[in-house]
Structure formats: C-alpha cells, structure tokens
C-alpha cells in the first residue's frame, strides 16, 4: 500500500509542512520567501530566461523540421475536436486569473518604472515600452512552457500509450541503473510540488484582486477573514462540484466566462479610445516581435531596482510551475493534431489574445492616464489588487461592470481548483484517468491550505518566492524530457520509415514528411545488412 502511494504520500506531506510552518511561524515564512525571491532572482534569473528561450526554439525546431507531421496518436488518427472547438478550448485556458489581475495593472506599472530603466518615467516612450513588455511577458515565451509540456505528455500518452507522469518519460535516461524506482519517484513529487505551488499562485492572485474588488465596491476590509471566506466559498463550490459529479456544470460555467470575457472587450473596446487602444496594439506588438531576441535573453548587469525579479523572472518561473496543469489540460484536447498544427496553434492562438486584452483593458486606463481623466498610475502602484476597480468607477455601469468581473475572477478560481486537484490527484495515482475522489478532495484542502498560507505569510512576494522556489528544480527536469522527446521522436520516425521501406510505400499517411533522400539512405543501409547477412548468416 505505502510503496504504491509513496508519491502521493511524500507531496502531501511536504505540502502540509509547508502549511503549518507558514501558520506556526508566519514573520519568519515571510522573511524566507522575500529572501528566496531576491536570492534565486540573483543567482537564477539568467537560467530562467535561457530555459524558457530554448524552449521556444525547441518547439519551433520540432514544428518546422522532420518531426512536423508525427500526429500525437496514432498516424492514421483524426483529431478528437474541429479545428474550431479546439480552438476555443485553447482560448479557455488561455485566459485565467492571472490575466485578470496583471491584464491592466501591468502597463500601468511599467509607465511607472519603465523596463530596464529604458524610457523615462511617466512618458510617451515609457507608456510604448509598457505595452512592448507586457506583451512579451504574456506571449510567446509565457505559453512556450505550456506548449512544451502538453507536448511531451500528449507525446507519450497518445503515441505511446505510456501514462502522463514525468517518471515514465524520464525512465529511459535511467535504464542504466539497479533501482531507478526512488530517483524517479522523486522526479513525480517535483512535478506535484511545482504544480501545486504554480497554481496556488493563480488562485493567490484571483482572491487578493477579489478581496480588492469587495473593498472598493462595497467597503469590505482585506483583511484575514475576508480572504478566509473567499476561499471557503471556493472550496465548497468545488467539492459540491466533485461529489455530485458536476462536470456539466463546470464546462457551463466557462461557457459563461469566456462570454464575459468576450463581452468585457467588445464593451471597452468599442465604448472606449478604440483608435488609441488599436493603435497601441499595433506598435506594441511591432516593438514586441522586432526585438523578440534582445527582450528574452537581456539580462541587466545592475538591477538595483528588482524589476527583473518582480516581473520577467517571476513569470518564467511561474508559467514553469504551472505548466504540468496547463500542459496536461491542452495534451488531453489535442489527440490526433500534427505536431506542427499543436505547436502553432497552441504557441499563437492564446498569446495572441492575452495581447489583445492587455491592449484594451491596459489602452483604456492609459488612455485615462495620459488624458488626466483618473490618475491609474498611483492607484494601481499603491494597491494593485483595486486598480481595476479604480478605473471602472470614472466608467459607465461601474457596479454592474465590478460585480461583473468578480463572478469571473470566482468562476475562474472554481474551475481551477476543480481542475487542478484533478490533475494532481492523478499525478499521485500513477497516472489513472479516475484518481479516487479522498485524493481529489485532499488535494483540494492542500492547495486552498498552502494558497492561503502563501497569502497571509507573504502576500504577493511569497506567491512570488513559491514559485521561484518550485520551477527551479522543474526546469532541470523538463531539459531531461527534453532529450528523451528527441530520442523518442528519431526511434519512432525511423521505425515508420523502415515499415514503410519494406512495404515499399512511398506515399505513407503524413506522407510528406518521408523524405525522398532518407529512403535512399535507408535503401543503402538495408543492402549493406543483406551483404552482411550473406558473409555470416548468424546475423539474420
């Protein structure tokens, strides 16, 4: 019993430690997280920004070369969505919480302390870098972690009909050794910690911008209890949900969501500037994809300010984090897409949205900025969880648009927290599709425990250090799969060709991707081993 569930057993109860360290000694855990985030931002922030650069050169290496066309399934399989539905489920889970919370803040923020010390504060220039970096920070980059991991596991659950745990894609570099089992159960625990931590982060920022959003609209206090409460509300939503097997209920609720968030640009959009939020997409997006390269890999010698650590390192490490629940979402609703048609479309589609948002949510309170209409600025950079609300009071139907934006905010944190104890759970159960529900729920009061934890101890720097703390070890990890994926990916190309080679079929399903000289290659392989053959017949 206890070697089958020593991953499950293991994460929970560092998770657990964590909580009660944070609770017992809450100064302490507070003053930990604030010196982890400097310190790993210091001496890691380079790695950071490499991984997740390589990342998004391995992805468009597999996507544009020979392993294109290798469908994520069977090579004859059709795709389990249209091209439509699949599509809007990647939008799904393109938007989420964090959207929310930094979609309109963040520019705000970078006005104020521009990027790399680049613009003056308080500019035209330094309002055109906000955007710029914005978009950085939730394009490409963001999703090359997301794509990559439900990469790797749509890989090995779908064509290799292997379970989605770490463990058994890192199995092969192990091989070698008498007893893999403890090094490769400890790599199933780092991707549950990560995991675990990376969405606690989400949910963190989900209930500071709601306890804001209460406080602005209708005076509540954030404070301990009102935090408590948001979280209680979520977590008994969710467990009704997963007793009485509402899965319906869920897909409706982010049915309702994606229309609101829909709704919310068209509104601002088109009863906002809507020429100064297009053309603010515009040059934001030419600054963004004209200098892709220096923004990924610019690493200033002397940041005395901590901006790197506040925002692109923070990211890195939290989409890092976060990627085996993203990840493990997108691979489940990708069976039978080209390798190509995933990484396109998972690498473009959800960016380019979360662009769009930033640019009109961000555009608008700009706009009010630079106008003198309301001074956005300070209000975000004194509490960045009201910001959003500060703008929705100089706007028309500014209570309805409030309540509004925080029945997404809840949604959202219900559908993660029930998504992500799933997830979890099955990551602790060896991989099974219907982990049992005490796990689910379990994972459920860990994750809303440890979210809390993080909240009171540290606030927004101790989901912060979280993160950090979590993708570090992750990164490593994923560099290994990596290599295994490449491997894979050679072996199962090779034995198609040779299949095809001996059926002399030279127009195979997928069949552009056999290329004309590696047949040949193979032809004259095949002659020297018959040669051989025939010298010694033992080798047949």
Not at 103 to 110: D, F, I, Q, T
Not at 310 to 328: D, Q
Not at 353 to 369: K, S
Not at 406 to 416: E, G, Q
Request: charged share 15%.
């Amino acid at each position: 019993m206890f070697a089958r569930e020593r991953v499950y057993f293991f994460s929970a109860g560092l998770i657990f430690l964590l909580v009660v360290l944070g609770a017992g000694w809450s100064d302490q855990f507070r003053h930990v997280a604030g010196l982890a985030l400097v310190t790993l931002g210091h001496y890691f922030g380079w790695f950071y920004l490499l991984a997740v650069f390589l990342f998004v050169v391995f992805l468009l290496y597999l996507a544009l070369g020979r392993y294109g066309k290798i469908r994520l399934g069977p090579q004859d399989s059709a795709p389990d969505f249209s091209f439509f539905s699949w599509i809007n489920m990647l939008l799904s889970a393109g938007f989420g919480v964090g959207l929310v919370f930094y979609g309109m803040a963040e520019p705000m923020l970078h006005y104020l302390t521009p990027p790399h010390a680049l613009a003056e504060a308080g500019t035209e220039q330094a309002a055109e870098l906000a955007f710029q970096y914005s978009f950085f920070h939730w394009g490409i980059n963001q999703w090359a972690a997301f794509t990559l991991v439900g990469l790797i596991i749509a890989f090995f659950q779908f064509r290799k009909e292997r379970p989605g745990l770490v463990s058994n894609m890192v199995e092969p570099v192990l091989r070698g050794m008498k007893n893999p089992a403890p090094v490769l159960d400890t790599l199933n625990i780092l991707a549950v910690i990560a995991t675990v931590m990376g969405v606690a982060t989400s949910l963190g920022l989900g209930v500071l911008q709601m306890n804001g959003g209460l406080h602005s609209v209708f005076g509540w206090p954030e404070n301990f209890w009102t935090k408590a409460g948001i979280l209680g509300a979520m977590f008994l939503v969710y467990t009704a949900s997963s007793y009485s097997g509402l899965e319906r209920g869920i897909k409706v609720l982010s049915n309702i969501n994606m229309t609101l968030v829909f709704a919310f640009l068209a509104y601002l959009l088109f009863s906002g500037p809507t020429i100064y939020i297009l053309d603010n997409f515009v040059n934001g997006m030419a600054g963004y994809l004209g200098n892709f390269i220096q923004m990924s890999l610019t690493l200033p010698p002397r940041d005395s300010s901590g901006w790197m650590n506040e925002y692109t390192v923070f990211y890195w490490a939290w989409v890092i984090a976060w990627s085996p629940f993203v990840g493990t979402f997108i691979a489940r609703i990708s069976r039978g897409r080209t390798i190509q048609e995933f990484v396109f479309g998972v690498l473009m589609v959800p960016p380019l949205l979360a662009c769009v948002w930033i640019a009109v949510f961000g555009g608008t309170a700009m706009h009010m900025e630079l106008e003198g209409v309301a001074p956005l600025a300070a209000a975000v950079d004194e509490n960045i969880t009201t910001g959003l609300f500060r703008m929705y009071e100089v706007m028309p139907f500014s209570t309805a648009l409030s309540a509004l934006t925080m029945l997404v905010i809840f949604i959202f944190l219900v559908t993660s927290a029930d998504s992500a104890s799933y997830i979890v759970a099955q990551m602790t159960d060896n991989g099974s599709l219907n982990p049992p529900m005490y796990k689910r729920l379990s994972w459920g009061v860990l994750i809303s425990a440890i979210c809390f934890t993080l909240i009171v101890a540290g606030g927004l720097r101790g989901l912060q250090s979280a993160s950090l703390v979590a993708a570090l070890p992750f990164s490593i990890v994923l560099f290994m799969i990596m290599v295994v994926l490449l491997r894979e990916l050679a072996a199962d190309r090779r034995e198609m060709l040779i299949n095809l080679y001996h059926r002399n079929d030279a127009t195979p399903v997928g069949g552009d991707i056999f290329e004309t000289d590696e047949f040949s290659a193979l032809d004259v392989e095949e002659r020297i081993k018959r040669r051989m053959v025939i010298r010694n017949p033992r080798l047949k």
